[in-house]
């Protein structure tokens, strides 16, 4: 069985559902505390032993280039000024020369169509797929734990978190097989926003997969599917016909980072568990609620 050293960040979305947020910015470097969404997504990935970093970018998403390379005018500056704390959290953070791919996404066509893209730079081996604006808050983090679960099982493996049935139709949904033990079992189908009377579980695919090469093959020649775009939830089905596909119920909580709501979540949770400002968060919550409206 091969192991896992790539991962693939899909990056090239045009994030309308945060307008005028995304405008200039992409949502992947918008802050959750102090680090953007890109780099905490990154940091779970470098945490489950990912040795190389690949990122599918598209147009005005420069930026994200920009921040896993050195700044060597701010790091001198630091330095002058004996910043030795933020000079250290830098190069913690930076990626190894050559650990690193950037490659284009030229048109948003869906994130089959984006995973398509990477298809060179991933090569003949299997992957992990990390979908950055869905953060996941886990100890240890969520790839870790899909991780553990692959090298018992092989084959592709899923993060699947459960919703209330009525929630179903907004998501992929995964049929459900027999058990590995108490959070995994065999995927036996797979549907994108099934009508809830259709839904085969209320066990929903999250923003992590680790997925085998064969899929590229697929996506090739992938339709687009549902909103017309290239999805991969349908190429992964096809998938399903010919190898395993493992569910990992991980411990750990969601934000969907690409909607207001779950990023302002996001940054409430993330604050809130933080060593250094937790219990000022958790006053300030207090404060506001206090208020009278
Ligand atoms: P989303 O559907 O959440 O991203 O795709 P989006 O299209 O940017 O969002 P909205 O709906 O317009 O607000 C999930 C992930 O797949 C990437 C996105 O960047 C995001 O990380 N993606 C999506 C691509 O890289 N290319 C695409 O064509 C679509």
Known sequence: MKGIRKAVFPVAGLGTRFLPATKAVPKEMLTVIDRPVIQWVVDEAKEAGIEHFIFVTGRNKGVIEDHFDRQFELEETLRRRGKREALEM??????????????????????????????????????????????????????KQMMEVYERTGGNVIAVEEVPREDVHKYGVVGMGERLDDR??????????????????????????????????????????????????????????????WAVQ????????????????????????????????????????????
Not at 188 to 196: D, F, G, Y
Not at 199 to 227: H, M, T, W
Not at 271 to 293: Q, T
């Open 250 to 293: 991980y411990e750990g909580e969601t934000h969907d980072c690409g909607s207001r709501l779950g990023f302002l979540e996001a940054n409430v949770a993330f604050g809130l568990e933080h060593p250094e400002i937790g219990e000022d968060v958790r006053r300030m919550i207090g404060k506001l609620m206090a208020r009278e409206i």
């Open 184 to 245: 995994s079992f065999r995927i036996t189908s797979m549907v994108e926003k099934p009508p809830v009377e259709e839904a085969p579980s209320n066990f929903i695919i999250s923003g992590r997969y680790i997925l085998q090469p064969e899929i590229f093959d697929i996506l090739a020649g992938q339709e687009p599917g549902a909103g017309g775009e290239i999805q991969i939830t349908d190429a992964m089905k096809t998938l399903l016909e010919r190898q395993e596909f």
């Open 90 to 143: 830098l190069e913690k953070d930076l990626p190894q020369a050559g650990q690193t791919s950037f490659t284009r996404q030229q048109e948003p066509k869906g994130l089959g169509h984006a995973v398509w893209c990477a298809r060179e730079l991933v090569g003949n081996e299997p992957f992990a797929l990390l979908l950055p604006d869905m953060l996941i808050q886990g100890m240890p983090g969520c790839l």
